[in-house]
Structures are given as C-alpha cells and as structure tokens.
C-alpha cells in the first residue's frame, strides 16, 4: 500500500486497525510519512505510542521490526552477531577435510550464512512490500552511546559491518521511536525526528477507543469504566493507569460478567487497573465507593 495521501486517510486507516487518534496526531504521522522523516513519540505507559506502529505496520501492509531498547543495549545487539556455534563447526568440519584454504574459509565463515541479523540491519534490508516499520521502543531505558550511534543510523539510513561492508537501506524504513520519558533523550536525536507527545485522551476519545478495541462492552459499563479510570489519573498515584488498562479492565469485567461497577466489583478487579501495591491500598475500603459515586453522579442527565 502506499502512503495515505491525506490527514483524514491516515486517521482513517489507523481507526480501521482499532486506534483511535486525534488530528493532532494524525497530522504528525502523515508528515513523517510523507517527508520519510522518523517520528518520536513521548508519553507515559500505556497511551498507545507502541500501538501506533502496529497499526501503521498493519494498515500500510508492511513488516514491522521491533527493537526492545533496555539498560546496556549496544550497536551489536542491535545491528547484527555472527552464529559463533556454527562458524566453530564449519571450521572443525574444514579441518576434517583437509581443507588448508585459509583465505576461502574465512570468506566463507563471514558470509550472510553465518549472519545473525538484528532489528536495525533487517530494516536495512529490501522488501517486496515496501519499506518495513522500525519501531525503537522505549529508547529511554538505553543509554547517550547507543544513543549517538542510533543518531548517525538513523541520519544515513546504513549501518557497516566490519567483515562485510556498509549495508545501506534501498529505502528508509518507517521509523518511530518512542519513549516514556524516565530520562531525558539528547536533543540531537530529538532533532532528526518529527515530536509528538501521546498524552491521555478526553473521555469521549477514550469511549472511543474502547468500543474499538472491546466492543462487546455495554454502553453503560464502558461509560463508567472510562469515567472511574480518568478520575483515578487526578489521585496522587504512583503510576496512573494508562489506555491499555482500561481496555484490560474493561476485558476483565467482561469475563466476569458484569454489567455495572460496585465497590466489590472494583475491589475484587483493581489489579487489572492499578499495579502497584501502595496505589492499591489508597483504593480499598471507602475510597474506591466515594470515586464511584462521584462517577455516577457525573453521568447522570443533567
């Protein structure tokens, strides 16, 4: 598929993936997609930035290759390794059989048949589909040299491997990066990138969202899980529940069969919402009835 040619085409083909974005949004994805310029996405846990790339990978028909950044992430867990175990079979094979071509075994050893390709060097590489969605996700856990190197990869589309030469990309993939803002990412790499930050939607977009993603849902239920979860994000928590949670929550009431909250209901269910004990402490006994009853009372006709 080729790019969408409009704002209103990419908000439309991300809301047939069942994601819900706003044109703010919209517009930014249309940009990167349009100028081929990587997009980084900034938000707390659990608004969706991830999703954004399973949804465009799905919707434009095209691979997505996901790199899990973490503390100690280097160039060589991200670009490539070579298949030690097989190379020292090869080798042993080759001295069986007399072999004595030094020169030939060492092409042979560092060929592509010994390459062990890892996400940024298989988003270097041609596809029938197009140009694959690179997704480097959560790129705040890693550290400033993964950093500078992702910065001159990402400015060149190529990465070079010792044995085998500079590998660049035919086409530059789609690439998004997102991060959870635990530190702060350098601005030279912010500067390559189109900024968005993924903020917590307003109720209506969130109501929207979950009849995306969790249909079966009643429209009274939904209406009081989506107003219980937006008032939990004004308490002074210790992580506040995200978009994911409220689909999971609402998931999870579903298999209980529930058709409208309690007090015991959301006791028994708080774990689906909230996951860190001291958060769910403040949430037990009068608290989790006094946040209800203002839920309810706010969904009341006026």
Not at 137 to 163: K, Y
Not at 236 to 260: Q, R, S, Y
């Amino acid at each position: 598929m080729t790019h969408p040619s409009s704002i209103d085409t990419v908000q439309k083909m991300l809301s047939e993936q069942g994601y819900v974005c706003d044109r703010s949004l919209g517009t930014v994805v249309f940009l990167a997609l349009q100028l081929g310029r990587p997009l980084f996405l900034e938000g707390e846990a659990g608004v969706g930035k991830t999703e954004i790339a399973k949804a465009l990978a799905t919707g434009l028909n095209r691979r997505l290759i996901r790199l899990q950044c973490y503390e100690g992430l280097d160039a060589a867990s991200a670009v490539y390794e070579w298949n030690f175990p097989a190379q020292m079979v090869a080798i042993r094979t080759a001295e069986a059989a007399g072999g004595s071509d030094r020169t030939a075994l060492q092409a042979e050893l560092f060929s592509d048949e010994f390459l062990i390709e890892r996400p940024l060097l298989e988003a270097m590489r041609p596809d029938e589909n197009g140009a694959p969605v690179l997704l480097i996700d959560e790129l705040d856990r890693t550290d400033e040299p993964f950093e500078a190197f992702l910065l001159e990869a990402l400015s060149d589309f190529q990465v070079t491997i010792p044995e085998l030469g500079t590998i660049k990309a035919p086409q530059p993939p789609i690439v998004i990066v997102t991060s959870n803002r635990t530190r702060e990412v350098h601005d030279a790499l912010k500067r390559r990138c189109l900024y968005h930050w993924v903020d917590y939607p307003d109720f209506e977009r969130e109501m929207s969202i979950l009849h995306a993603r969790a249909p079966e849902a009643a429209e009274a239920l939904s209406r009081e899980v989506v107003a219980f979860v937006q008032h939990l994000r004004t308490e002074d928590l210790f992580k506040k529940p995200g978009v994911a949670e409220t689909i999971d929550w609402a998931k999870c009431l579903l298999a209980l069969d529930v058709i409208n909250l309690s007090p015991e209901v959301i006791a028994d269910t708080l774990g689906a919402i909230l996951k860190y004990q001291d958060d769910i402490q403040k949430l037990q006994g009068s608290e989790a009835k006094r946040i209800l009853d203002q839920v309810k009372s706010s969904l009341e006709p006026a």
